[in-house]
């Protein structure tokens, strides 16, 4: 069965779905640390998270009609969504124990920069002066925001930057994807394949998780988890009505700086962990470009007759 996407419709629903995203991803990164600081591991943490998944994708999906686009193009398009996210997200448990994360991480964080770009050849997205300016203030300040300082540790091989440019390119290229589906299937049926995709991995994870040390089952342990994840799944939900609906040169730099901007406010208020000087810039930075790009005219979702089909997979 193909279901033909309907028109995305008049204003600014893109924002609306984007905003959700940051508020949810920004209470989650203000709280994704006590799972592992509770005992439990970050791979089962993943785990978890895609068990989270599964009530907002048939929440969703009955929303919408029950209906899933089963046609070959459909599956490959969400698979390809789902496999490009969750498969980033398994190379970086490899590379966290290969190399520095204060340097894996800025790296990672400039993703958008790949979707941008694909999106910019792609699908012919444009954007205006204060859109162009809005992502270059978002690429400068996401890896400020990911930057750490060293913890006197040395770093020797390159394996874990070549690990870092994966992920970096998997979590850009899932973005460039996640907007071009949408031009072939619903929104609901996009996140239901990445719920299926995330399920499949979970073996992978289960069997990189370190049992060398005890895991708490405890309600603090997985229970918690799920109580923090599940945040995650919607706001990924969210995020793929936000790139139906805008354009992904927009809602990539947005989502990506705005959610670490809201971590850092909540967890001002609600952890009392105050950022250092560095992160105060990152913040300034990122304020600035969530502004600038939530303002831009013209962040409708149309595109060009050359982009109203784009690169099949």
């Not at 009505?241 to 927009?250: D, L, N, P, S, V």
């Not at 406010?265 to 990152?282: E, H, N, W, Y």
């Amino acid at each position: 069965m193909t279901a033909t996407p309907a028109p995305a419709p008049a204003g600014r629903a893109w924002l609306f779905h984007a905003l959700v995203t940051v508020v949810l991803w920004g209470i989650w990164g203000a709280f994704s640390d006590q799972s592992s600081k509770h005992g439990f591991p970050d791979t089962l943490v993943y785990c978890v998270w895609a068990l989270t998944m599964i009530p907002p994708a048939f929440i969703a999906l009955r929303m919408s009609g029950g209906k899933l686009e089963t046609s070959p193009r459909a599956i490959t398009y969400g698979m390809a969504v789902g496999l490009l996210g969750a498969g980033g997200q398994m190379v970086l448990f490899y590379a966290v124990t290969r190399g520095p994360a204060y340097l894996i991480f800025p790296i990672i964080s400039l993703s958008p920069l790949v979707t941008i770009v694909m999106s910019y050849a792609l699908l012919r997205e444009r954007t205006g002066k204060l859109g162009l300016l809005g992502i270059a203030l978002a690429l400068i300040a996401l890896p400020i925001f990911n930057y750490a300082p060293a913890d006197g540790s040395t770093t020797t091989g390159s394996t874990w930057f070549v690990l870092a440019l994966i992920v970096m390119l998997c979590w850009g290229v899932q973005a460039y994807f996640m907007k071009s589906a949408n031009n072939h299937m619903s929104a609901e049926g996009i996140f239901f394949y990445m719920m299926i995709a995330g399920l499949l991995l979970v073996p992978v994870a289960w069997f990189l998780t370190d049992r060398s040390h005890p895991v708490n089952w405890g309600w603090d342990g997985p229970a918690l988890a799920a109580g923090i994840q599940v945040l995650n799944a919607i706001g990924a939900l969210t995020l793929v009505f936000a790139f139906r609906y805008g354009k992904a040169i927009i809602v990539a730099p947005l989502s990506n700086a705005g959610a670490p901007l809201a971590t850092a406010i909540i967890s001002l208020i609600a952890l009392g962990v105050m950022p250092d000087t560095l992160k105060i810039v990152g913040l300034a930075l990122a304020l600035a470009a969530s502004v600038l790009l939530a303002v831009e005219p013209d962040t409708a979702g149309e595109t060009t007759d050359a982009a109203a089909e784009p690169a099949a997979i």
